[in-house]
């Protein structure tokens, strides 16, 4: 009974901030401009190459900033390890999700900006200033920066959960360090490499903020279409069959990085 109690909250919290909702945009997908019922939303975004190509850049600019900040946080994590102050720069790495995304966004604005800090050093070396601002590298480089506490973290944990013993046996039988890593460290740290791609990757499809002040609106995705059509077009139906699509595309992903358990 107690048991029950305790949970309740927790059964408020779900229902009121997650199924609810999902209820109502799946609900709200099936209704067009005049409130009619229609299955035309979903006949329109699986036959309009527009929709299909924002889908592909969607999933393309999540890979890219899944594997570049997976490229950067395990090493980052592997090297913390061995660190006899790892928690505390551990907690440098993680301060910066203190402050506001919008915050971020603005302050690269500054940074990559025509008149920013990166092009007055490339004038002063003598290249020139550039359009940084407003380009997919740009995008993906804040993007990215963005996300790398959110894959450090879960990596981190993973290779400190380590069995120290299991590497000391793969060197003692004879191992290089590489073996080591590949047959052993890497293997067994996989859980927190999947946790971190799904904390990286599933936001990663849907950002819209990011586009609009660092992409210029030159980077378009579903989420950009999801904030078009409730905001400007006022096509809810439409923009909740996005937000539909969106959501089985992060249950699909969560599905194939799910965590192993060994049995």
Avoid at 2 to 24: K, N, Q
Avoid at 187 to 197: D, K, T
């Amino acid at each position: 009974m107690m048991r029950r109690l305790y949970a309740l909250p927790y059964f408020l919290w779900i229902s009121l901030f997650v199924i609810i909702p999902l209820a109502m945009l799946i609900y709200q997908s099936f209704f067009n401009l005049s409130g009619q019922f229609t299955l035309l939303n979903y006949a329109t975004y699986f036959s309009s190459g527009t929709y299909l190509m924002m889908t592909w850049n969607s999933v393309l600019y999540a890979l890219i900033i899944t594997l570049v900040t997976l490229l950067i946080s395990y090493p980052t994590a592997y090297v913390l390890t061995k660190l006899k102050m790892k928690q505390m720069w551990l907690m440098l790495i993680i301060l910066p999700t203190w402050v506001n995304l919008l915050l971020k966004a603005y302050a690269f604005i500054g940074i990559f900006g025509k008149y920013g800090s990166v092009n007055n050093f490339l004038q002063f070396i003598g290249i020139g200033r550039t359009q940084i601002l407003f380009t997919d590298a740009s995008f993906i480089f804040v993007a990215s920066y963005i996300s790398i506490p959110f894959m450090i973290l879960p990596i981190f944990n993973a290779l400190e959960d380590l069995d120290e013993h299991l590497v000391f046996a793969s060197s003692d039988l004879g191992a290089s360090k590489w073996q080591t890593f590949t047959r052993v460290i890497f293997p067994l740290s996989l859980n927190g490499v999947r946790a971190g791609v799904q904390a990286v990757f599933i936001p990663s499809l849907s950002l819209f903020m990011l586009t609009r002040l660092i992409g210029g609106n030159k980077v378009i995705t579903l989420g950009t279409a999801v904030e078009e059509h409730f905001l400007t077009t006022q096509n809810w139906g439409m923009g909740s069959t996005i937000a539909v699509v969106l959501v089985l595309a992060m249950l699909a992903v969560m599905g194939l990085t799910k965590e192993k358990k060994e049995g």
